[in-house]
């Protein structure tokens, strides 16, 4: 992605990858958008060859651990869940009850303004903030699922990751979440 100094360099490996929303406006506050993040998830799971070992949304941004399958890339797996999940936010958000509604789409077209390539409104930064993970080294990969599991506990939304129920922390307790992911190490 353009802008981004953490570069996609092998398409099918493990990547820690955080996706932000632009000037850090909240805007996954409300069920409705996380479970519009969710759904995406796990479309990309059955129909893009997405595999999803971690996840977190917080309030303005997400923390993933993904890996595309063999004969697909994970560059276009970002691009369309991206895309996808801001259309489908944005059209919630100008046609649901939201009460910053105004507020909202007015950050989001000044930030699409500011690039000739966008149409109207810019939801996403452009950055992943991708960082490969080597599979020959484990510790780092395991600290990189406990910081998505933990981003909750920081935030002091719960207690125990487990508790916070937009996170892969669920499953890792043994429980099925709602993103169908893989356990690292199974």
């Not at 969710?38 to 893009?48: A, L, P, Q, V």
């Not at 780092?140 to 916070?164: A, F, T």
Request: with cysteine; aromatic share 12%; charged share 25%.
């Amino acid at each position: 992605m353009s802008g981004d100094r953490y570069k996609i360099t092998d398409q099918n490996a493990l990547y820690f990858l955080t996706f932000t929303v632009i000037d850090w406006v909240d805007v996954f506050t409300r069920k409705d958008y996380k479970l519009i993040v969710t759904d995406s998830m796990n479309y990309c799971i059955k129909e893009k060859g997405l595999t999803v070992y971690g996840w977190v949304i917080m309030s303005n941004h997400i923390h993933v651990l993904w890996k595309a399958k063999e004969g697909y890339h994970i560059s276009a797996i970002i691009r369309d869940f991206k895309k996808y999940t801001a259309k489908s936010i944005l059209s919630e958000i100008e046609s649901g009850n939201e009460s910053r509604k105004v507020w909202l789409l007015n950050k989001f077209e000044f930030a699409g303004s500011r690039l000739n390539r966008i149409k109207k409104y810019k939801f996403w930064k452009d950055n992943n903030h991708a960082i490969l993970l080597d599979p020959d080294q484990p510790k780092i990969i395991d600290q990189k699922l406990d910081y998505i599991h933990n981003n909750p506990v920081s935030g002091m939304l719960v207690e125990k990751p487990e508790h916070y129920i937009f996170c892969s922390a669920n499953d890792y307790c043994g429980n099925q979440g709602i993103v169908n992911i893989e356990l690292l190490g199974s």
